[in-house]
């Protein structure tokens, strides 16, 4: 069953849609509560109708096939090069040839977005639903990858369990590793992260995504208590790709 809202996002002052995927089980007589996965780039998840580019990773069906009691809330992300201000933790200079001549740099908004979910948008979902507070999650893929790692670096209690996913780490190389290195991970439980072998976007080719994602891979290995890497052979930058990884991610995260 899926639902969507608009929430305000108070420290970026825009409107977002939310949209929260509940166990088919949710309304029976016998109230239970559950895990929370937060996902970025919400429309894209669920429905191939909703999806950007018609191709979703039809998370809900996987969790009704595998009867999982986990709540997702997924998060829209902004429209554009927007996205990659909100997902992008710091400002960056990599990707100077697809933004305008007045802009020097994009990105860096991502520490605004994450103080959105973890002080307005988690407290009302534990109000809205029954949640187990505790067990909370985070996921996303490509710079959804990127703010997730970040979010589990600040936040460790939060968001015990973490999927990183074809991670555009490039965007943000020398800040994300110093922050890993700094951070004290102990609290995190798991932590996934994948890499394609064709994952070539825009300007950005393959080995810089694999390097990124190995480099990131060596600092998080040893200081979380549990953290898988996979280099994914032939797969691409895209939501059918990643669909196809959704049981071994899920299944990592929440069945073992």
Not at 64 to 84: A, Q, T
Not at 234 to 243: S, T, V, Y
Request: net charge negative; proline share 3%; aromatic share 12%.
């Amino acid at each position: 069953m899926y639902e969507h809202f608009e929430v305000t996002m108070t420290p970026l002052n825009r409107k977002r849609t939310v949209r929260v995927y509940l166990p088919e089980d949710y309304h029976d007589a016998a109230p239970k509560s559950y895990r929370v996965l937060y996902m970025h780039d919400g429309q894209n998840l669920y429905r191939d109708e909703d999806a950007g580019y018609g191709m979703a990773w039809r998370i809900g069906e996987y969790i009704e096939k595998e009867k999982m009691e986990l709540i997702v809330v997924g998060i829209d992300c902004n429209e554009g090069l927007n996205r990659l201000d909100e997902y992008g933790p710091w400002e960056s200079r990599e990707m100077s040839d697809v933004f305008s001549a007045d802009r020097k740099s994009i990105g860096g908004e991502g520490k605004a977005y994450i103080e959105f979910i973890v002080n307005e948008l988690k407290p009302m979902i534990d109000r809205k639903y029954r949640t187990i507070p505790g067990e909370t999650s985070m996921a996303g893929s490509s710079m959804g990858g990127l703010i997730s790692t970040y979010a589990a670096c600040k936040y460790p209690y939060i968001f015990k369990r973490v999927a990183s996913i074809s991670s555009a780490y490039w965007f943000n190389q020398d800040e994300i590793e110093k922050y890993i290195e700094d951070s004290d991970l102990s609290a995190m439980e798991r932590f996934y992260m994948d890499i394609g072998t064709k994952e070539n976007t825009e300007s950005i080719d393959d080995l810089t995504y694999i390097d990124s994602s190995r480099k990131v891979y060596r600092l998080l290995k040893d200081s979380v208590q549990d953290c898988r890497f996979e280099i994914v052979e032939g797969a691409e930058h895209n939501e059918m790709a990643w669909r196809k990884r959704v049981p071994k991610i899920f299944d990592y995260l929440f069945k073992i």
